[in-house]
Nanobody, 112 residues
């Protein structure tokens, strides 16, 4: 059974930082494409950032320069470091393994 588990969400003030973590099962984790998505109320789910097996990354334009995706294959974990957070970053953030297996999501609220 595939497991994808996010953690690290919460309430943060504008301009603050959060780091999300995602632990995923799988004996060949290092080969998986891993991604972070988000869904704000009333909006469609969107890709935030993705990292491939060789460490290549891509970001949505809205988060470039503020968010960083990284992975630790030994821990089977992918991270999303979010800096300079804005109210419009408020959403449920989902981790996805291989563009197929989803976690349950973690809520991020950016508000003063």
């Amino acid at each position: 059974q595939v497991q994808v588990v996010e953690s690290g969400g919460g309430l943060v003030q504008p301009g603050g930082s959060l780091r999300l973590s995602c632990a995923a099962s799988g004996s060949i984790f290092s080969t998986y494409v891993m991604g972070w998505y988000r869904q704000a109320p009333g909006k469609q789910r969107e890709l935030v950032a993705e990292i491939t097996s060789d460490g290549s990354t891509m970001y949505a334009d809205s988060v470039k320069g503020r968010f960083t995706i990284s992975r630790d294959n030994a821990k089977r974990t992918v991270y999303l470091q979010m800096n300079s957070l804005k109210p419009e970053d408020t959403a449920v953030y989902y981790c996805c393994r291989q563009r197929r297996y989803w976690g349950q999501g973690t809520q991020v609220i950016v508000s003063s």
